[in-house]
């Protein structure tokens, strides 16, 4: 009999539990990137953003401007064949003026270099039936650096309960 009812009161537990939602409130956090990140660089900084503007809670200072901001960065190098490289960077927390960490919520924005396939294809396949073994050497040609230049701005946003 006990379990019965245990196994009642913990389906109604589940289904209340579900019904439920916490409210939270969504400030908008402005992000600036200060330092160049592209992807030739081999030690990208997940430290080279802050936030643009005082972030303000319940009247009060939250984040003060010019706070750091920890990104998460990715990238992929630039290949043979004109195959062009890619950046992409996705705010991950900031730390408000108390030194508390808070976690930012937006979208991860990629930055991909201009593509040269076609012209290396294209010179590859010409000079190197013309110019036989050094022709090939076209083939070679790499894609274009990406980069996320200093002044790019983002958004994310800050969740409070």
């Known amino acids: 009999m006990k379990t019965i009812a245990n196994r009642l009161l913990f389906a109604l537990f589940l289904l209340f539990g579900c019904f439920t939602a916490v409210a939270q ?44 901001v920890n990104m998460e960065i990715h990238y992929q190098k630039r ?48 000079f190197g039936i013309v110019t036989f073994p050094v022709g090939l050497l076209f083939l070679c040609i790499k894609g274009k650096r990406a980069e996320f230049a200093a002044g790019t701005q983002m958004i994310a946003n800050l969740y409070i309960n």
């Open 79 to 126: 290949h043979g064949l004109g195959v062009p490289a890619t950046v992409s960077a996705k705010p991950v927390s900031t730390t408000d003026i108390y030194g508390q960490v808070w976690p930012l919520v937006g979208d991860e924005r990629t930055i991909t270099g201009q593509n040269r396939r076609n012209a290396a294809i294209g010179c590859g396949v010409f």
């Open 25 to 68: 409130q969504t400030i908008p956090v402005g992000i600036i990137v200060v330092r160049d990140i592209n992807s030739d660089d081999p030690y990208l900084l997940s430290h080279s953003a802050v936030v643009s503007s005082d972030v303000y809670y319940n009247g009060n200072i939250l984040i003060a401007a010019g706070t750091t």
